[in-house]
């Protein structure tokens, strides 16, 4: 591939991206596509009417002034700790990547295209591999730079890595002391519960957690395995909760509104409504009595304790002398909770465990044949004998550019479209009880996922035919390392256009919300329907992080041997920055708090692409006959992993467990100010499990949109908080009747 094919892979993304921005900028001031674009303001209750007017088709950059101008607190203030922890990983990658850029741009790319070892053409038809490291002789003097360019980033990359961890283990630390009415600090879950024949399982907990915590046990809520009449009850409940938000529509427009098959006045759509609310406070009544004989206790129960500190001392406590009973662990929050998961023994869990770790692995294995006919398209001579057919188009030099330079990294993107669901369901069987722990565990496995399929297979799948057939004519083995250490920058046009496709592309896609917005115009112009309690989307957490640590890996890797790489993934971070910030403010809501939980992730991850470029250089500087670099890369690789132990044992204990001493202190002045009689109260109905009410549709919200509404008013409109830590905690108390806690 040379520049020229870059070049078109370039002007083809860039004439995507300016676009489909452009159209987004149109779309956005609709107030068709409110929905759409202003989810999470929408629910906020942020309205305001204008007339119609000509810059409502004109395309504009009010948004990306408004993502710039949002600083971290109002970030923090409406969408959460997990959201600023996504920011400040781009924020992160945009500083590395800056410095990484400068450096080796000013001092790599020069060494590497001097090096005259491959020769070079004119400019527009140099091939890639000129500006790699394989352009630089055996033996070459100037192989120090590339070492010093190593040594600069590992360094600014550890001081970055430090002040973040630094910053959001205080902003942990604040957010566990913010929230003083979390009904998840006085909870813990008990699982194996043991059976008796002489009592129930409720009379279990209730005699034991009696008989040794008898100063600290408040009381418990038994978990039930929910079946075919709570799920009727459930979508009863929803019915209920669009036909009350039917009659709140109909007070807010005047006049009457008819049925949509018969005309009929939909007047008793209020009755209903004031039945669903009359009905709401008897929800755990129905709950002990008609419904719970038709359900079926499970072996785990939610025990509440009088305060924090007995919660989490009580959870790592080893309560028998078998470990497989009597297992406690801090309760998710209430919206939290994955209740289809609670009833699942706890002897089976090791059981799923390594079920869907094989079931990953098959699946990357699976995955091989799209990533093989990816590497298979690159080739054109390889893909002239493969494919006969294909040799009178691919002499056309534009047809041969974008099949084999454009056309593979849109395939496998395609192909990666089919990975998260399947990830997300092997987590969802794995059997974790917390939403946020599925999502961690998906976002685990898409990310080593992401990294062997589209870093290490195709680096060695493109290689494959030719080690097999140095093998089989046993000659020239020797030669096999030397091969394989010089894959990576071989790759470089594969990464290149993958960080154009993937990358860019997919931002555009992400700022348009293709999905949504199909969903919206089917919905509102093929079934005419209106927007009855709609549920705006959360993030996405468990595909967009990593996305960015993906991108990462391979600037990190690719940075000294291809640094050509480095100014397109700093332009796709710069836009990344802009981009969610976005839709951070304006498109998803919180439905609950992970408490920053996949920074360890993100920490790790990185250290281990630093580890990976180091070690990759070490052996390219070895096979380049360069003693020195190769002995000053090895202690580089000790201070490391050095680094990395030091952070695991200075801030990842507080991402781990709560801290006792800040839990003592808020005890101190719950007691100090009376309000341990109010938490307890409200405790039991935080963890209700009610058949009308899924756990998360008192979070979602509702709005309702004027026909007339200009989104241009809504941009303008000051952010109003998301529900707070507190309200969100116990949003499900006021469900059931309980009052919200002053």
Not at 125 to 146: A, D, K, P
Not at 184 to 199: D, G, K, L, M, N
Not at 352 to 371: D, E, H, N, Q
Request: with cysteine.
């Amino acid at each position: 591939m040379d520049l020229a094919a870059l070049g078109t892979a370039a002007g083809i993304n860039i004439a995507v991206c300016v676009g489909l921005f452009s159209l987004y900028s149109i779309l956005r001031k609709q107030p068709s596509q409110a929905t759409v674009y202003f989810g999470r303001r929408l629910t906020t209750g942020a309205r305001k009417i204008n007339a119609l007017s000509l810059d409502r088709f004109v395309p504009s950059a009010s948004w990306l002034l408004k993502a710039w101008n949002t600083t971290d607190e109002e970030i923090l203030a409406t969408a959460g700790l997990d959201s600023v922890v996504f920011v400040r990983l781009i924020v992160f990658s945009l500083r590395i990547f800056s410095i990484a850029s400068f450096t080796c741009l000013l001092m790599v790319l020069p060494v590497n295209y001097q090096g005259n070892l491959l020769g070079h053409k004119e400019i527009p038809y140099e091939t890639l591999e000129v500006f790699t490291i394989l352009n630089v002789r055996e033996g070459s003097q100037w192989l120090w730079t590339h070492c010093l360019a190593l040594y600069i980033i590992t360094f600014s990359a550890c001081v970055l890595l430090h002040i973040e961890y630094k910053s959001i283990t205080k902003m942990r630390l604040a957010h566990i002391s913010g929230s003083p009415l979390n009904p998840s600090h006085f909870t813990i879950v008990v699982r194996a519960i043991p059976w008796y024949q002489e009592e129930s399982y409720s009379d279990s907990v209730k005699k034991f957690f009696t008989r040794n915590y008898e100063s600290s046990y408040l009381s418990h809520q038994m978990v039930y395995r929910s079946g075919k009449v709570q799920k009727l009850m459930r979508n009863a409940g929803k019915m209920c909760k669009i036909l009350k938000d039917v009659s709140i529509e109909q007070n807010h427009k005047p006049g009457l509104y008819h049925c949509g098959f018969c005309g009929v006045h939909s007047d008793s759509f209020q009755i209903l409504s004031h039945e669903s609310e009359s009905s709401r406070g008897k929800t755990c009544l129905i709950d002990n009595g008609l419904v719970g004989k038709k359900r079926k206790v499970c072996a785990a129960a939610f025990v509440f304790f009088k305060t924090r500190y007995a919660a989490l001392a009580t959870s790592k406590v080893l309560h028998s002398i078998n470990p497989m009973l009597w297992v406690t662990q801090l309760a998710p929050e209430p919206q939290d909770v994955y209740w289809s998961n609670l009833w699942i023994p706890y002897g089976q869990l090791w059981v799923r465990k390594i079920a869907t770790l094989l079931a990953s692995v098959a699946f990357m294995f699976v995955f091989l044949i799209p990533v093989t006919i990816v590497q298979g398209m690159t080739h054109a001579d390889k893909l002239q004998k493969t494919l006969p057919f294909l040799r009178g188009p691919l002499k056309k030099k534009f047809i041969s550019q974008v099949m084999t330079g454009y056309l593979p990294s849109v395939v496998l993107i395609v192909a990666f479209y089919t990975v998260p669901p399947i990830m997300m369901l092997i987590s969802t069987v794995e059997g974790s009880i917390s939403r946020s722990g599925r999502k961690k565990s998906a976002c685990f496995k898409i990310l080593y996922f992401t990294i062997w399929n589209v870093f290490v297979v195709n680096i060695f799948t493109g290689t494959f035919i030719d080690i097999v057939s140095m093998f089989t004519k046993f000659d020239h083995v020797e030669d096999l390392p030397a091969q394989i250490a010089s894959s990576i920058p071989a790759q470089a046009k594969f990464f290149m256009t993958y960080v154009l496709t993937s990358g860019w592309a997919s931002l555009a896609c992400e700022l348009m919300q293709l999905y949504p917005l199909l969903f919206n115009f089917i919905r509102r112009y093929i079934f005419r329907m209106k927007d009855w309690a709609i549920s705006p989307m959360s993030f996405p957490y468990h595909t967009e992080i990593p996305r960015l640590l993906l991108f990462g890996f391979i600037g990190f890797t690719c940075s000294i041997l291809v640094p050509l790489i480095l100014p397109f993934l700093l332009v796709y971070f710069i836009l990344a920055y802009f981009i969610y910030r976005n839709q951070i403010i304006n498109v998803y809501i919180i439905k609950y708090h992970c408490g920053g939980h996949f920074w360890p992730l993100i920490h790790s991850t990185v250290i281990f692409s630093l580890v990976m470029m180091q070690i990759i250089a070490l052996g390219v500087f070895g096979l380049r006959k360069s003693p020195v670099s190769s002995g000053f890369t090895i202690p580089l690789v000790i201070f490391t992993l050095l680094f990395n132990q030091y952070c695991r044992q200075r801030f990842h204990p507080v991402f781990q467990n709560h801290v006792a001493e800040i839990l003592i202190d808020m005890d101190r002045e719950d007691e100090k100010y009376g309000r341990t009689e109010e938490i307890h109260q409200q405790m039991h109905a935080a963890y209700c499990q009610s058949p009308s009410t899924p756990p998360d549709m008192s979070l979602a919200g509702s709005y309702h949109q004027p026909e007339e509404e200009t989104i241009q008013d809504l941009e303008n409109v000051t952010p109003e908080k998301e529900p707070s830590q507190v309200s969100l905690s116990w949003s499900v108390a006021s469900t059931f009747g309980a009052p919200e806690p002053q």
